[in-house]
């Protein structure tokens, strides 16, 4: 019998918020969040809850890693369904009156050919057009609500997120993987930029919205960090918090206060004031998988009703749909696991382990590669008492040989000491980009 | 003196404030040392023996581990140092496992034929089958000969510290390691703590301080061996002498280290996480 420490809760539950990625406070006080849901690719949903935390409504029918959720002027509320890769908008009782896939007689196709490919943001200007972030697609568009597209910018941004409109009908937007954040004019004329480039300045720019005194609040999200520049480009305010935060997008309130989505660092919204006080927040996570007190089921022999190996969870959480877990149906003694993926992101085969802060322990584990064109390897992730990752990208995490290309059955084994504040692991064999890893014989123990 | 001299005679110092530490904060008797016979552990070795002549003690006790698969060369390169150093090297063995496979290479293993110890040292660490081939590949295998050989030695002998010859551009998970690393004691495994005093040294200053202070070194190396362990596992990179190889463009233990950084960078670039 397995000893889990904690059996996890039932996956999906409404109002289960796993990663929030967008925030909006409503002019009647309530906060509209949307929720990429759970790393298995569950639970995504767009909830609006009260100042006390009722959830007051919300939809996630067929909802796929949706992104954004935005209330529109006519009571609705516009979603972007990111990894289904469409613009949804739906009203209060939850009819959905737009859907993009209707777009282009039935096969989802703009006006110009394209097809959306992982919006992340939609807005609606004044005009009820919407202004739309095709993040993979690397540009923000202008579509009207029959696809067609009014205008482009797709230049100069690689994958990009939020890009919103100005009172001054300029669009702010960050180029994410561009390290800056642009304002650029309707002429697509960049007439403002923060960000030089280098990560110090900006990491992964997530948001950015422009401030009533003019300034810019940009999140700065792989620098864990908040920054207000102002027009002249200086550092004139910031929020950090003491643990490694997800910080992904932030929301000016009325009341000078900000709203700030943090993401898988601690699955909660934040209300933050000036002096960097939390006033608000807004946290119901609890965690849809098990944590055992020792690797259960390493050696892959059974096998769950799903067709998965029992007590592992196959995690979607970074892929852009895609992948599957397949088996190799030739190895001795018996079918062992692996992973398949054909696209840029990454899958995971993972199981969630106690450990104590301080403990060494040593992991091994035999893997096989095909094709990899990317990476693939056995690492850990370790977890404080929230459920907040202790690392700020996954290449710190301690990890065993990346393997690329092909390689045949190799042993691999390394140690990792836990961190201060981590309650538990994550262990996990992932792959990046495109093939195929198959692992084996897997171990956790402590030296 | 050239610069280079001063370079390696500060990290050849740095290395003796780290044993006169662990001479200060443990008793002689509950050290010992590592010795493989391979260039970092010899080195290390030779650094501890000139800390000890400058302390007039005697140098700890040093242990060697027979995988069951040796270098000839090996076994005469420590026989023939340990003699001419006044060294006690204890050759410490699984005898149980090397039975159960009897003594050859590649045998299978039943695990209910090793002893008790052996059997809750394979529960302990996870393995789930009923047997395993006694070779250098096997996780288990590798377990059972080294680890529990190390562990068992540091309980026989109550040795409370023990040197290590690692460096941290061994690999890049090294690169966080401290000099003073105390490992918990826990199931089977004594409490110890491990010292490496020459972490700081590459591969390159190695082979420098080897021969700017002519230090022996096992002939394997010259054969162009660049890293020693057992014998079905090391293979050589090349016919040239080690210290003649591209050392700082080619790994010690793999060739292929410009994929990896593209690797990572392509992982660093992840959106999420």
Known sequence: MPDIISPGTKRGIPGNIEMPLAIERLPNGNTLIADAGDEAGFGSEIIEIDMVGNIVWSYNEGLRFAHSGRRLKNGNTLITDTTNNRLLEVTPDKRIVLNSDEWGNGTGKLSDGSHLHYPNEAFELEDGTFLVTDRNNDRCIQVDREGNVLWSFD???????????????????????????????????????????????????????????????????????????????????????????????????????????????????????????????????????????????????????????????????????????IWDKENKPRPCPGLEFDRSGALFLQQAIKVKAGEVYKVAAEIKTIDVKGSAAVHIDFFDAYGGSLYHVITEMPSGTLFTGTNDWTLDSFEAKVPDRSTYAELRLFLNDKGKVFIRNLMFHKV | MSNKDEILEKKVNDS????????????????????????????TLWIIRQVCQERGIKV???????????????????KEWSTKWNIDLEICRNEDVLKAANYKLGATVKVKDLNERNQAEIKRIGYEEDEFPFEAESYVGNHLMKTVVLNQFIERNNIKAIFQGLRWDEQPARRKDEYFNFREGGELTPAHTRICPILHFTERDVWDTIFKYNIPFCELYKQGYRSLGAKTTSKKLSDIPAWEQDLEHTGERDGRRQDKEKAMEKLRKLGYM
């Open chain 1, 155 to 325: 230049k100069e941004v690689q994958h990009p997120h939020n890009a919103n409109p100005l009172q001054n009908g300029n669009i702010l937007i960050s180029d994410s993987d561009g390290n800056r954040i642009l304002e650029i004019n309707r002429n697509k004329e960049i007439v403002w930029s923060y960000g030089d480039g280098n990560i110090e300045t900006l990491w992964w720019p997530r948001s950015a919205i422009r401030l009533e005194n003019g300034n810019t609040m940009i999140t700065d999200s792989k620098n864990h960090r908040i920054i207000e520049v102002s027009p002249e480009g200086e550092i004139v305010w910031k929020f950090q918090t003491e643990h490694i935060d997800k910080f992904y997008i932030t929301h000016a309130t009325k009341d000078d206060t900000f709203l700030i989505a943090c993401t898988d660092g601690h699955h909660q919204v934040i209300e933050v004031d000036r002096a960097g006080n939390i006033v608000w927040l807004f946290r119901n996570y609890r965690r849809p998988f098990p944590i055992y007190s020792r690797l259960t089921n390493g050696f892959f022999k059974e096998i769950d009703e799903d067709g998965l190996p029992k007590h592992w969870i196959l995690a979607t959480r970074l892929s852009e749909g895609g992948g599957k877990l």
């Open chain 2, 60 to 78: 700890p006790k040093c242990m060697t581990i027979d995988e069951g698969d040796p270098f000839p060369e090996i076994e005469k390169f420590l």
């Open chain 2, 16 to 43: 003796k404030k780290v044993i006169n530490e662990a001479f200060d904060r443990f008793p002689l008797e509950n050290l010992a040392i590592t010795w493989t016979g391979g260039k970092d552990s010899t080195l």
